[in-house]
């Protein structure tokens, strides 16, 4: 099947999404988010995301049909984030795609979210290059990605050892008395500040760090160097200078991020550099991993904004995928899997 129409369910954090596409054609991507719910938190509450997105999942189904000109009937394929995520969460999505699949009598997909947030892409620049790098940088997840084909083949190269890249940016933000989620707030006020004012660490880019972390990023020490300089400011009476704070925390971040894609790019021989994730909304990332791409020869492709934060629109790109490829459905009794390793592209 060429063209298969596919449906697609997320649920994997607090955004229930589900996206309709016809083989690389988007046809709808509905987004249902509780994110205002978890703002006076500080952070997503897993049993609050699970209970929303069973509220949300039929009026979203239904207006993803609606806007795609699609009946349930016409859909070829069911595909439903299966991992990795917050448990309860995924459960969700699972069973609503369980029941799809077998009252249509269609073939079921499940599908890693990684992957998703890669095959995403097809969908706006067309097929992926094969081999691909891929660096997604989300509140959940940070991870460089080797992808010599996405409904089969991937390899992580490196990953987080302690906070994904966007969790860094909600707990800096908050530290800085910006509201959640942190990454827009830092973004924009960043624009103001001076990203050379404040020399904070680069996480594992040095010395025995880089030889055993080569491709792996930690954003912790830098959020404690954050807090003591903001601490040791407030402690000495002066006013905190939140921009060049925000600004040169940024800067930490991207500079890391980047120069370890590009690194890996070169050492894989890989052409082509994919980034995705919420983060990738960040505007200084955008412009550092364009200018480090273009000195190294690498061509950049970033998906608009809504499709690198998690979407309905990326599970079912990637189940087209795997449709086209013609790889084996997903068994009816397939586990949503919080910790699906990356290399597990379908459950
Ligand atoms: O992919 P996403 O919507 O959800 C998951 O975490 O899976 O990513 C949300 C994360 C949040 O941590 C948010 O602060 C961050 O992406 N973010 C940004 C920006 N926009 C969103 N971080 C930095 N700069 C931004 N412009
Ligand atoms: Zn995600």
Redo the contacts with the bound molecule.
Sequence with gaps: MNEPVVLGIET????TGVGIVRGRTLLADAIASSVDEHARFGG?VPEVASRAHLEAMVPTIERACRDAGVRLQDVDAVAVTAGP?LAGALVVGVAAAKALAVGLGRPLYGVN?LAA?VAVDVVEHGPLPEPTMSLL?????SNLLLVPDVTCDITSLGATIDD????A??KV?RLLGLP?????????VSREGNRVAIDFPRGLTTGRDLQRYRFDYSFSGLKTAVARWVQAREASGEPVPVADVAASF?EA?VDVLTRKAVRACREHGVDDLLL??????????RALAQERCDDAGIRLRVPR?GL???NGAMVAALGAQLVIKGRDASRLDLPADSSQPVEQVRA
Excluded at 12 to 15: A, F, I, K, T, Y
Excluded at 180 to 188: M, V
């Design positions: 994997s954090c607090d955004e997503v995520g979210h947030h940088v989300s509140g959940g997840h994904a890249a966007g969790e940016f909600d933000a959640f989620p942190g990454g827009p707030h830092i973004d924009r940024q971040v995705g994730g919420g983060v990738a909304a960040n505007s200084r990332l904004p690198c934060t998690d």
